[in-house]
C-alpha cells in the first residue's frame, strides 16, 4: 500500500512563520460585547479576541486553508489594552508527515514585546 502524499504538507518547514498584527479599538469592544450579549461593553481586549488571531493565521496562513484543529492551549499572562498594537504569531515546532499533523507554538505581544499570551496547538493538515 503507498502512503498518502500530501503536496501542500510537504511545502511546510519546521521553524516557519506568520504574524498579523491588530489593534482593537473601543469600537471593536463595543460591537464584541453586543455579540457576546453583555449588558456593559469590556473595558479590556477579551480573551476570545486574541485566540481569534491565531484562529486567522492557522485557518488562513500557516498551515493555512484545509487546516483541522485538534486542539490548542493558551495561558494569558497579561491583559491586552485598548488601541494596544497586538503581534500575534504561529512558528512551526513540529511536523510529523506520517500523520498529515502540524505542531505550533503560539504568541502574542503587545507594546514593546510584552508578552500578552503564550501557547500550542496542533493541527490535521492533508492537503
Excluded at 453583555?38 to 484562529?55: K, N, T, W
Amino acid at each position: 500500500m503507498t502512503a498518502p502524499t500530501f503536496p501542500r504538507f510537504e511545502q511546510l518547514r519546521e521553524q516557519q512563520l506568520v504574524s498579523v498584527h491588530r489593534q482593537f479599538s473601543s469600537d471593536d469592544l463595543e460591537q464584541w460585547s453586543r455579540l457576546a450579549g453583555l449588558e456593559q461593553p469590556v473595558s479590556r481586549v477579551p480573551e476570545p479576541l486574541i485566540a481569534g488571531l491565531f484562529s486567522y493565521l492557522l485557518g488562513m496562513e500557516l498551515p493555512g486553508k484545509g487546516t483541522n484543529y485538534l486542539k490548542q492551549s493558551m495561558t494569558f499572562a497579561e491583559q491586552a489594552r485598548v488601541d494596544e498594537p497586538l503581534t500575534a504569531t504561529v512558528r512551526i515546532s513540529r511536523l510529523r508527515p506520517d500523520k498529515a499533523l502540524v505542531n505550533l507554538e503560539t504568541i502574542c505581544c503587545g507594546d514593546n514585546d510584552r508578552v500578552i499570551c503564550r501557547g500550542e496547538a496542533l493541527v490535521l493538515f492533508q492537503c
